[in-house]
């Protein structure tokens, strides 16, 4: 998922202060926790994401999104996991701005025994100000969402939670196959015994908020210099070969009486917009990662996380302990 909730700001604000102004803080080091597994037992009744909703459809316990991305570069879904990396790395610092946006506590390789080897990260997403004026009026004037993710790309687990909010949680389980959102039951085994709503997101047709429309991340206007790709019309998932799909499994729980339907509706809304602005991003930046390796992307990827937690980190270095500490206090 890419890493920033957005609603009332543009996604590309300037940086506040220059690097030299910033006091960082260097976080405690930790070990990385297991991810955790969405059995039947977890299911969550109150609530689904997912992008049938805006036709009006009925919220399940779970949401099964797709969305397909045109994968010239490679006949496999390999190829863009440079790209997905590439793409997180610089929409996350270019979202954060004025103590807000993502800071990255952790990243580094993870072992796990069943999935194998793959990166542990941990971000703390900031976003007081880009919550809607009903949310601000019942959470913490710095405010943050924790994120944890097991990258074993092709599949990757992500949850997100707040020690203010103990009762809120997504959880959110990717999976990339080279087709064009054919395969119906990818999902069955995480979660067989859950409805769930699937639904399709298309990168070059669906709508995204005017706020954050760029011509050039545009896949029906941009076009790349280094592979030929882009400009993509209507119906181009048919035409296109070869084509990958990225499936995510969506599952939200908020369990507060009075704000549930409230908060689930926002959830899902910005939960779309962030899958279809990052991936439209990362086809649209293709020329700028087509020629790294992953030696490359990861130098990349630690630089860009240095820069932004130069921006985020300078205003919270002395109010995040309090915060957790009055969060455990009062729950």
């Known amino acids: 998922m890419s890493p920033c909730f957005g609603h009332h700001s543009s996604p590309t604000p300037e940086a506040a202060c220059a690097p030299t102004q910033a006091v960082r803080r260097e976080p405690a080091r930790r070990t990385p926790t297991r991810p955790p597994a969405l059995a039947a037992s977890q299911a969550l009744p109150q609530t689904a994401l997912g ?8 919220l399940e316990p779970a949401a099964h999104v797709r969305f397909c991305l045109d994968n010239r570069l490679s006949s496999t879904a390999s190829a863009y996991k440079i790209g997905q990396l590439y793409m997180i790395s610089k929409h996350s610092h270019e979202q954060s701005d004025r103590g807000e946006g993502v800071e990255v506590v952790q990243n580094e390789p993870f072992e796990d025994p069943h999935h194998g080897n793959g990166q542990f990260t941990e971000k703390r997403v900031y976003l007081n ?6 949310a601000r009026a019942v959470v913490p004037k710095i405010f943050y969402v924790t994120e944890k993710a097991w990258n074993y790309y092709p599949y990757t687990i992500t949850g997100k939670s707040c020690s203010f909010l103990p009762k809120f949680s997504i959880h959110i389980e990717t999976k990339y196959e080279d087709n064009k959102g054919s395969n ?4 069955d085994n995480e979660a067989k015994d859950l409805e769930r709503e699937v639904c399709f997101i298309d990168i070059a047709c669906d709508e995204i908020p005017e706020r954050y429309y760029k011509e050039s991340e545009d896949p029906k206007h941009f076009k ?4 030929g790709r882009g400009q993509l019309r209507e119906g181009w998932r048919d035409s296109h070969q070869p084509i990958m799909c990225s499936y995510k499994l969506v599952t939200v729980k908020f369990e507060v009486w009075g704000l ?10 910005v939960v779309r917009d962030i899958l279809l602005i990052g991936h439209r991003q990362a086809f649209a930046w293709v020329d700028e990662w087509y020629d790294m390796t992953m030696d490359d992307v990861r130098e990349y990827e630690k ?3 240095e820069q932004t937690n130069i921006k985020v980190c300078n205003q919270h270095s002395s109010t995040v ?9 009062s729950t």
């Open 303 to 305: 630089n860009m996380h």
């Open 51 to 58: 992008a049938g909703r805006r036709a009006g459809l009925a």
């Open 321 to 329: 302990d309090d915060i957790e500490s009055h969060a455990q206090t």
């Open 224 to 227: 790349s210099e280094k592979t």
């Open 260 to 269: 549930q339907t409230r908060v689930e509706q926002f959830v899902h809304k």
């Open 184 to 187: 119906d039951r990818i999902f």
């Open 129 to 134: 100000s880009k919550l809607p004026s009903w």
